[in-house]
Nanobody, 122 residues
Framework: QVQLVESGGGSVQAGGSLRLSCSYAGVAYRMGWFRQAPGKEREGVAIINAIGQTNYADSVKGRFTISKDNPKMTLYLQMNSLLPEDTAMYYC???????????????????WGQGTQVTVSS
């Protein structure tokens, strides 16, 4: 089991930037960022697999970048050109199965953090 702690959320105006961090403890081959807005289902935002390949939701391509610092055991999500529709609780997730997979499905991830809130105002 992987312990995950997110940080870096906050309030920002549209067009601004935020960087989310997720400190983890344990073995985490695949990691990703997910988000859930009020009244909506949780959705995949960005994934990085065991060999550093990435996958992004169409809605964030070109604006968000996922990266992982293995020595620091930290996952990042750099979010640029933020939009009001990016407002959500953002969660970090990890899994040790299927290290090469790049799926954005929520059911592909076993361990979850508590989340960090991102609010983008227009």
């Amino acid at each position: 089991q992987v312990q995950l702690v997110e940080s870096g959320g906050g309030s920002v105006q549209a067009g601004g930037s935020l960087r989310l961090s997720c400190s983890y403890a344990g073995v985490a081959y695949r990691m990703g960022w997910f988000r859930q807005a009020p009244g909506k289902e949780r959705e995949g935002v960005a994934i990085i697999n065991a060999i550093g390949q990435t996958n992004y939701a169409d809605s964030v391509k070109g604006r968000f970048t996922i990266s992982k610092d293995n020595p620091k055991m930290t996952l990042y999500l750099q979010m640029n050109s933020l939009l009001p529709e990016d407002t959500a609780m953002y969660y970090c997730a990890a899994d040790v199965r299927f290290p090469g997979a790049l799926g954005l499905g929520v059911n592909l991830y076993f361990d979850w953090g508590q989340g960090t809130q991102v609010t983008v105002s227009s």
